[in-house]
């Protein structure tokens, strides 16, 4: 889909296209590891409220409600997400808004993580699946994003996502 419209008003969708990441040397023997990452349509839509319509269905077929906030800030995940995996972001698991079990991940870099505070941030939830190895050899998808008060004394594990990249492609499994 490169295109929506909502309410008389045409939405460009071209940055939410599918592309893919390489980790030089990080695949089995030393090869690349191509991750390729889906930025799914709950990035700029939000669920519905009792009695509110519905104004796009997602790629489940769900009724959704497009978001100005989400969609705003989809438009830097390309980047936010090629951060994530470059430069080994740190994640933890957590379940979503509608109690899903992904990852959840901040733009903060490694060495900024234990400065962050208490508060309202931007959540960003993603979870892989191993690829055919045509194109990629993991598929990170990203489910949803949208700001969430946190607690970060309360996050038990972090995970680096190198490890998890690898760990998913590895032992061929989806995580978590």
């Not at 799914?40 to 906030?69: K, M, W, Y």
């Not at 400065?115 to 990203?142: C, K, M, S, T, W």
Request: glycine share 6%; proline share 3%; hydrophobic share 35%.
């Amino acid at each position: 889909m490169e295109e929506i419209e909502i309410e008389g008003v045409l939405r460009d969708l071209k940055h939410l296209e599918s592309f893919i990441v390489i980790l030089v040397g990080k695949g089995k023997e030393g090869a690349d590891l191509r991750v390729a990452i889906h930025l799914g349509l709950h990035t700029i839509s939000r669920s519905c409220q009792p009695g509110e319509a519905s104004n796009l269905n997602d790629e489940n077929g769900q009724p959704r409600v497009f978001c100005e906030d989400r969609y705003a800030f989809s438009f830097g995940l390309k980047d936010i997400v090629t951060r994530m995996v470059q430069q080994k972001y740190f994640c933890w698991e957590s379940s979503d808004r509608n109690r899903a079990m992904n990852y959840a991940v901040l733009d903060a870099a490694p060495g900024r993580v234990r400065q962050l505070e208490d508060g309202e941030h931007q959540v960003i939830y993603f979870y892989l699946y191993p690829a055919d190895g045509q194109r990629a050899d993991v598929n990170l998808y990203v489910t949803s994003c949208y700001m969430r008060y946190l607690r970060f004394g309360s996050i038990k594990r972090r995970f680096d996502t190198h490890m998890l990249l690898r760990k998913c492609h590895f032992e061929n499994k989806r995580l978590p």
